[in-house]
């Protein structure tokens, strides 16, 4: 990482280039490659769980790596150099594992967290559906009470990982309209009544699926309800905020590996008898380029910070953060595409693939309209 690290301590610097030894080791050679194929690559992610990637945020007590959020956002942003569609996924497992740390109960964290610290199982998060995508809490899918359990039925959309993964985070309806109606539960791949839509053709993300995951009468034990009926929400959102950070750091972590490639590229290349890289209007482009990506990252530490002391803002500066990141991540791996003219364009250069794996963050975990929303809310009520 070519940014300022002044405010990081030791174990910080070095937890990040751990991580981006692991990315340019096991990520980055294959990036393409998996992109092309579709291939999820399951054994390799495996390989992260020997770093502690697993269980980033799940407490020490539990087995897990205790980490902050400002720890995970080194780690994201470094993984995201060497694959964006991996890192992300591993952003979002992670957002389950600390979700079942923090609100399940002692079976649950007993019973699923091995498995999720391992990789071996790893996990979706499932709350867009066909029509409740920004306006999460009108969404359809129900639990109904049956004995000493419940019945799911309805259709998850969007879900990365899905078929791979072996545990789903599902949040369905059992109770009235609205969010206090919602509750959060574990699905495991292999329950009946669980079946998955077909790959979706993607503008990028192709290393990880992404599919429709179906609950055509799955029968859970009450077990499986993570935390108390009615609470499946806040627990949503409440990871969402985490969440939103690790995909801001992957759209910084793509984009500084954009960035990084272009240096590279322009001083390996001439036109009019000179390099490229010596040609002060491409060095305005790259020094613009390098500051935004330093201003990005100087409010997604902000906002991991505050996150991490419980700070009352903490939800807007995650949702600012989400929406500048993403947006400034997108906008310089353009950049690094335009600067590398026609090989830019052409796969095997790796640029144009890192383009259309960042469009993607500009939209899930919560689009960034919906986060200018929660920021004008925000700021609005404050007024108030």
């Known amino acids: 990482m070519s940014a300022v690290t002044t405010s990081l301590t030791a174990d910080q610097l070095a937890l990040h280039q751990v991580t981006l030894d692991f990315a340019a080791e096991h990520l980055a050679p ?61 952003s979002i497992h992670n957002m389950v594992a600390w979700m079942i740390d923090h609100y399940g109960d002692a079976a649950q964290r007993a019973g699923r967290l091995p498995g999720l610290l391992s990789l071996d199982e790893p996990a979706s998060y499932c709350l867009t559906e066909p029509g409740a995508g920004s306006d999460a809490a009108a969404l359809r899918t129900r639990a109904v009470p049956d004995g000493d359990g419940y019945v799911l039925t309805g259709v998850k959309q969007f879900i990365s990982g899905a078929g791979a993964s072996h545990l789903y985070l599902v949040m369905a309806r059992t109770g009235g309209e609205g969010p206090r109606g919602i509750s959060a539960f574990l699905v495991e791949r292999d329950d009946p009544g669980l079946s998955f839509g077909t790959n979706e053709k993607k503008m990028g993300w192709n290393a990880q699926p992404t599919r429709q995951v179906i609950l055509d009468g799955v029968r859970l034990p009450a077990g499986r309800r993570l935390g108390a009926e009615g609470d499946g929400f806040r627990i949503a959102m409440n990871g969402l905020n985490g969440g939103r950070l690790g995909i801001a750091a992957c759209s910084l972590g793509g984009a500084q590996s954009a960035l990084d490639r272009s240096l590279t590229h322009l001083a390996d290349r001439e036109a009019f008898g000179a390099r490229l890289l010596d040609a002060q209007a491409l060095q305005f482009r790259l020094a613009d380029m390098a500051t935004e990506l330093s201003a990005a990252r100087a409010l997604l530490h902000q906002a991991a910070q505050a996150l991490d002391r419980g700070d009352a803002q903490a939800p807007q500066l995650c949702a600012m953060a989400k929406r500048f990141a993403t947006d400034t991540g997108y906008s310089v791996a353009d950049r690094a595409l335009q600067l590398h003219g026609g090989y830019g364009y052409l796969a095997e250069y790796g640029i144009e693939k890192i383009v259309r794996d960042l469009r993607v963050h500009q939209i899930l975990e919560g689009t960034n309209e919906i986060m200018r929303l929660i920021v004008a809310r925000g700021l609005t009520g404050a007024a108030r």
């Open 30 to 90: 294959h990036a393409v490659a998996w992109d092309q194929d579709k291939h999820f690559p399951l054994d390799v992610i495996g390989k992260a769980a020997g770093l502690g990637l697993g269980g980033v945020y799940v407490r020490e007590e539990s087995g897990g790596s205790g980490l902050s959020r400002t720890d995970g956002v080194l780690i994201f942003e470094a993984l995201a150099t060497g694959c964006p569609s991996i890192a992300g996924y591993l």
